[in-house]
């Protein structure tokens, strides 16, 4: 299929064939390729779990209110973000970073590549219960508004989740997309008990679930109406 096919035969299917054959190594395939996505700074906070544990699917499908797409799923894939990790992906990143500066004179735009993960990576990304990193970082903002001078307003906790929720759902899309040019079909989910999906994966408190990917060989009744959009200039603009 060529990307305008893959892109215009994806659709949410939410009936799937259940007695299809479903090659589990083209989900993990998928997988593979949605890591390459690109992800806020390469600090690929995210986590996927292919579920093939019959229990825990059936646990998975009571989280998802028995939808139909999670019902009759040959497989099911939570795509989930982890913000505790963000020390040791930036102590990674930095680690990979050195070897490739290794032996070589440095540069301002190599120091500046480091400190981005030694000292920009902390600022971002630290919590502390007190909230002081928050008040630093507002007050960095604050400042930085006052004097109109250009500033990503990444502040608060909040802001955080949405960096880690916009990086893990362009793994979903790719992931999605490159189901569909296997011939596979998915369904995205929010509609779930994140408290539920979190115990049976066995996170931590501020791991968050992102979606829920149904997948497997849609039944034509699946698709249940056709797709519209509304009109690209109400969303596409130039300026
Ligand atoms: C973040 C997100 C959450 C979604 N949640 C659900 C869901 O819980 N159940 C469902 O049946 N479809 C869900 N969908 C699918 C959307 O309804 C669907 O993508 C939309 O209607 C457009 O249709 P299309 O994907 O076939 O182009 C979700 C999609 C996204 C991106």
Redesign the pocket.
């Known amino acids: 299929m060529t990307f305008d096919q893959i892109i215009n035969a994806?659709?949410?299917v939410?009936i799937y064939d259940e007695n299809a054959q479903f090659d589990s190594k083209i989900v993990t395939k998928s997988l593979e390729r949605a890591v390459l996505s690109a992800n806020s700074s390469n600090m690929q906070l995210w986590e996927f779990y292919q579920v093939s544990n019959e229990d825990k699917k059936k646990a998975v499908v009571k989280a998802?209110m028995h939808?139909s797409?999670a019902r009759t799923a040959s497989e099911l894939i939570i795509f989930v973000t982890r913000q505790d990790k963000w020390k040791e992906r930036a102590r990674w990143n930095l680690a990979n970073m050195q070897k490739q500066f290794e032996g070589k004179t440095l540069t301002g735009k190599d120091k500046r590549a480091l400190n981005y993960y030694k000292k920009l990576m902390p600022l971002f990304y630290t919590n502390d219960f007190l909230g002081i990193a928050t008040l630093i970082r507002f007050g960095i903002v604050a400042y930085h508004t006052i004097i109109n001078k250009p500033i990503i307003h990444l502040v608060s906790h909040a802001d955080q989740r949405v960096s880690l929720h916009k990086s893990c759902?362009l793994a979903a899309q790719t992931f999605m997309l490159s189901m569909k040019s296997e011939g596979y079909d998915t369904?995205?989910?929010?509609?779930?008990d994140e408290r539920m999906i979190k115990k049976i994966l066995h996170l931590p408190a501020n791991a968050e679930i992102c979606?829920v990917m149904a997948c497997g060989i849609g039944k034509p009744e699946g698709?249940y109406s056709s797709?519209t959009r509304v009109d690209n200039s109400e969303v596409i603009f130039r300026i």
Do not use: K, L, V
């Open positions: 994806r659709r949410s939410r998802c939808q797409a759902a369904c995205p989910m929010e509609g779930f979606m698709i797709r």
